[in-house]
């Protein structure tokens, strides 16, 4: 009797329990408008996206002046500088070969890694959760450890490569211009194939056994199933850790900072370093926030070519 | 078209053995079914064949030679899978074709033999599609096209209907079994219904628990299981299991236990006083005012062909089938009788026919 009684009073008590202000500041998300709901996300996106990029093409037709201590109009000044400048056109060739390079080693490295340890054999659980190890390292440390690893007088590569005949003692590999960029690549390709791997993984394991099984009694061989039957199945995952693992490549920071700064000469100097050099050691603010522009054009071109020839789905 | 043939076959997963000594022959151009339940080892029996699974001891011959350590490429084998296990990158002319581009067949005679296969199972229209644009019906006809381009040494199903609706199920029954007519491959097929393996097979293999209960005929099957597993899997409604004794009157031994008496024929070698376990088939009782078997009626189930009577007899369960015009009504005490060659009997503790 008296739950009853309990269940009846409920609803009514529900209501009035709540206070007066949470009911208004809840009025608006009780309806079906989608505004109130897509609210926050809209504030965060103008205020943290939308605004840095207006400001910074705003910026890039300004330029500080030191002596005035204020920000003056330029007009189209930076950009002409720009299509002019021959470090600049150096820096993004630089750029692309690292992305071309880096993305193709750790892509084919990747794949090759992440088919032997797809296994269900004891042991490669723990293989598989070791691959994460190298990703937790803050990548300025990452270069670090290589550009100690890469030393003329003690670094454990020197003294393989030197060992093996492939360098002869007199062009340490960082300060060499030929060489350099490819010591600051040996460090990005270790640090992250194992991401390329644990993505290529999570794929391998998710795709059905049968059409594996399938294609075996159809007669084909272990590279054929490959080709035809895993590359196809595989092939949004690989497109998705092409698309993430490029971007992150394109605008590379860490690595030449710590390791060469962009030396030899402009031999290691990639576009974000050249946009940061400009910006704040040399105080072009306007000019750094052109280059950045140009870089942010570019991935998103690239970007979005690659999403519609590789038929991504999001 | 090949023979296969296991020897001695056991399988063990690390400690468990899931098969032992398993001998079986299977004929060429023979369709076989191995029938069973789950867990009973048909599949593994199946993949085995296939090579998708090691064989631990024993000897697996196909065509005389020992294949055990041929890999699954090299056996010459066409496999459908219950799930169909089509290629999802491919189109139904690719998936039909794969083993031909493998084997380096030139295009247009590929083309050719997947346009002949499609056009066996009705799938001309729909060369182009992709399996995901197709329904399970149409899935299923690619996985038969895609293993019939191959003229493979052996044909093996797992479980193909099971993804089915009924309607669609009993019409590929028919057209898989009048495709192996047609080009008489070696054909094992695997299944846990006995429907599908009354109807389509030469040979019923009926397994339980790793090893081999019966093979035979279906008819043998139904007729003569050689115990009462076999005989309660095959046929539906299942078998009436009755506990009881042989009594013998002079020359004419009955078949007694609670609410009916049943007259056995004299070759039955079971003694006197023996207690056995009595198989009637619903379908074998008929109504009968003077039938020996007396039971209560608790409900008269229209099928649409017949009435399937759900019946108490001496307070244990029991099912008969009756024409659909039979004058009987729930609550009713009817009367059934059974001829006595349609009789089986068991031995109450092991199971065997007597």
């Known amino acids: 009797m008296s739950r009853t009684a309990a269940a009846a009073a409920e609803p009514s008590a529900y209501v009035s329990r709540r206070p007066e202000w949470l009911r208004l500041l809840l009025r608006p998300f009780s309806g079906d408008a989608a505004f109130p709901w897509l609210a926050p996300l809209i504030v965060m996106l103008l205020l943290f996206t939308i605004y840095p990029l207006i400001y910074n093409i705003w910026l890039s037709f300004h330029e500080y002046a030191p002596f005035r201590r204020q920000l003056e109009f330029v007009g189209l000044d930076n950009w002409r500088t720009l299509w002019q400048d021959t470090r600049f056109w150096g820096s993004l060739g630089v750029t692309f070969t690292y992305f071309f390079f880096v993305l193709t080693v750790q892509l084919v490295l990747g794949m090759a890694i992440a088919l032997l340890l797809d296994s269900d054999e004891p042991g490669f659980g723990l293989l598989r959760a070791l691959l994460t190890l190298t990703l937790v390292i803050p990548p300025a440390i990452t270069g670090m450890m290589f550009l100690l690893m890469q030393d003329s007088e003690f670094g454990v590569i020197t003294y393989i490569l030197e060992s093996v005949g492939l360098l002869d003692g007199t062009q340490p590999i960082l300060s060499t211009g030929s060489t350099a960029l490819i010591g600051v690549m040996l460090a990005d390709i270790w640090q992250w194939t194992p991401f390329m791997v644990l993505i290529f993984l999570a794929g391998l394991r998710s795709l059905p056994p049968e059409p594996f099984e399938a294609a075996m009694l159809d007669g084909a061989s272990p590279f054929q199933i490959f080709r035809r039957i895993t590359l196809p199945l595989m092939s949004k995952v690989i497109a998705v850790a092409v698309l993430i693992r490029g971007i992150d490549v394109f605008r590379m920071f860490d690595y030449v900072f710590v390791m060469t700064s962009g030396g030899p000469g402009t031999s290691t100097y990639v576009l974000s370093l050249y946009a940061w050099q400009q910006t704040f050691s040399f105080v072009k603010w306007g000019y750094g926030a052109t280059i950045s522009l140009v870089s942010l054009a570019i991935i998103l071109i690239v970007a979005n070519l690659f999403i519609k020839l590789a038929k991504v789905r999001w | ?354």
């Not at chain 2, 690390?14 to 867990?39: R, T």
């Not at chain 2, 399996?131 to 093996?156: C, N």
């Open chain 2, 1 to 354: 078209m090949a023979t296969v043939e296991y020897r001695n076959i056991a399988k063990t997963y690390g400690a468990f053995e899931v098969m032992h000594d398993l001998n079986l022959s299977i004929a060429d151009g023979e369709f076989a079914v191995l029938l069973g339940a789950s867990g009973c080892g048909k599949t593994t029996l199946l993949r085995m064949t296939a090579g998708l699974e090691t064989v631990t001891a024993g000897d697996l011959l196909i065509d005389d030679r020992r294949v055990n350590d041929v890999p699954p490429r090299d056996r010459d084998i066409a496999m459908v899978f219950q799930n169909y296990a089509l290629y999802p990158t491919m189109t139904v002319a690719e998936n039909i074709s794969f083993s031909l581009e493998i084997r380096s067949v030139p295009k247009a005679e590929r083309r050719r033999r997947a346009e002949e296969a499609a056009a066996l199972v009705g799938l001309t229209e729909h060369l182009n599609r992709y399996p995901r644009e197709l329904s399970g019906g149409q899935r299923q006809r690619v996985a038969m096209a895609r293993a019939m381009v191959r003229d493979a040494k052996v044909f093996l199903f797992d479980e193909p209907l099971s993804n089915l609706d009924a309607k669609l199920r009993a019409q590929m029954r028919f057209e898989i079994r009048q495709l192996h007519d047609r080009l008489g491959t070696t054909t094992i097929y695997v299944t846990h219904d006995q429907i599908e393996a009354m109807t389509m097979a030469d040979k019923i293999v009926l397994m339980r628990g790793g090893e081999i209960e019966q093979v035979g005929t279906p008819d043998e099957l139904y007729d003569r299981p050689v115990s009462r597993f076999a005989a309660d899997f095959i046929g539906s409604p299942a078998m009436n299991f009755v506990e009881g004794t042989i009594e013998a009157n002079g020359n004419a031994p009955a078949f007694v236990a609670e609410g009916m008496h049943l007259a056995l024929s004299t070759s039955i070698s079971a003694l006197p006083g023996r207690r056995v376990v009595c198989g009637l088939r619903p379908a074998d009782l008929v109504l009968d005012t003077d039938g020996s078997v007396e039971g209560h009626l608790v409900l008269a189930e229209k099928t649409g062909p017949d009435l399937q009577l759900h019946m108490t007899v001496g307070g244990q369960d029991f099912i008969a089938t009756a024409p659909r015009d039979a004058n009987v009504q729930s609550g009713d005490r009817v009367r059934l009788t059974v001829a006595p060659e349609k009789l089986h009997l068991f031995d109450p503790d092991n199971g065997q026919r007597l």
